[in-house]
Structures are given as C-alpha cells and as structure tokens.
C-alpha cells in the first residue's frame, strides 16, 4: 500500500501533517512530524506523529514496529533538544478508556517541570 493511501481525509493530525491546518512545528523527517500541542499541560508538551495515518498503538505490528522505534529516536532527539534535562514523559493514549481523542497514533512529550506521580 502506498502512502498516498494512508492518508486520512478526515483526520486531524493527517491535516497538520500537510500543511492544511498550521502548527508549531518542532522537528519534521521522511518518516515523523513533531509540532506543540495547543493545549499544552506542561511547559514543554510536543506531539509526535508518523506520517503516515494509523489509529493508535493497537495498530502497531511488525510490519511498522521500526516506524515506532525511530519516532522514540527522535523522542530522545527532541527531548535533549528542548532541555528536558530534568527528565520527561513519553504518553500514548490508546482508545476511549485512555481518552484519546484524535485518531492518529501520537506520542506526548511532557517536561520541563516536575510532573505528577498519578498518570491515570
Ligand atoms: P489525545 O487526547 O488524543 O491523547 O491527544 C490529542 C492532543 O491533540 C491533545 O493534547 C490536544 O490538545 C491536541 N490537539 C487537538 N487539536 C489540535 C490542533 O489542532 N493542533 C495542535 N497543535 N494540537 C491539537
Ligand atoms: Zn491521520
């Protein structure tokens, strides 16, 4: 299946991927997209996507699993690069319990003060 084909019309995060819809763009490769949140709950909170469309973790095989290892690449990348150097969370929330809203596998980078102990 090509690319092309793994674009979603109707998703969010497809769009911002584009271009179609702006943001705040952090650091960009063939493979990922990373851009601020614009509801930041924490100084730092970056979202990273792959490029490509695909709902969430529990989609995650290994036909694609090295996708999801160099987007923790770049984790660590955007991190050191950010100043993270107190530490950060790495958050992927995956269908309704979790409260995902946007159907587009993305990992949330959290930092730049001292976080909550409670994650759920
Ligand atoms: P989820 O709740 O699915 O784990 O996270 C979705 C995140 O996307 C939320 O933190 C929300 O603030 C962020 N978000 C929603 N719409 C937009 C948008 O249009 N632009 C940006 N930059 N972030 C968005
Ligand atoms: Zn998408």
């Known amino acids: 299946m090509s690319d092309v ?3 979603d019309e109707n998703c969010l ?3 911002i991927i584009r271009g179609d ?3 705040a763009k952090v650091y960009e490769d063939d493979l990922c997209y990373a851009f601020r949140d614009i509801n930041p ?4 909170h970056i979202l990273v996507v ?3 469309h695909m709902r969430s973790v529990a989609e ?3 036909h694609n699993e090295a996708l999801v290892g160099h987007i923790f690449t770049v984790i ?4 050191a690069a950010e100043g993270l150097e107190g530490g950060y969370r790495v958050i992927s929330n995956c269908g309704p319990d979790a409260c995902q809203s946007v159907p587009h596998l993305h990992f949330h980078i959290l930092g730049g003060t001292k976080l909550g ?3 759920g």
């Open 50 to 52: 792959p490029k490509v």
């Open 76 to 79: 660590a990348k955007i991190a």
């Open 13 to 15: 995060f497809c769009k």
């Open 41 to 44: 709950q924490a100084p730092t």
């Open 21 to 23: 819809i702006p943001s």
């Open 60 to 62: 995650v095989n290994r």
């Open 5 to 7: 084909l793994k674009y």
């Open 117 to 119: 102990e409670r994650m």
